[in-house]
């Protein structure tokens, strides 16, 4: 299994709740934070049509987790990971 990136940023509440079901889940996670690598928001834009946190990538696939939402979050993540 390959390791999930979580594009993010320090100050988003939506992103803390995703890393926190990702910990919970016991899946292994890069975090790539957009205001330590702010070339990593074009992979983000690119990929979402906008700048959107958190957003995250597995093997080419992406979701977000904006206006975080744990059922719909609990969904897209295992879409992603199938």
């Not at 979580?6 to 016991?26: F, I, M, N, Q």
């Not at 975090?31 to 690598?37: A, G, V």
């Amino acid at each position: 299994m390959g390791k999930i990136k979580v594009y993010s940023t320090s100050w988003c509440p939506d992103c803390h709740a995703a890393k926190r079901v990702l910990k919970e889940k016991g899946l292994d996670f890069e975090e790539i934070d957009l205001e330590e690598h702010p070339e990593a928001v074009e992979i983000v834009v690119a990929s979402r049509g906008k700048r959107v946190v958190p957003t995250l990538e597995y093997n080419g696939k992406y979701i977000d987790g904006n206006h975080f939402n744990p059922d719909k979050f609990q969904k897209d993540l295992a879409e992603l990971l199938k």
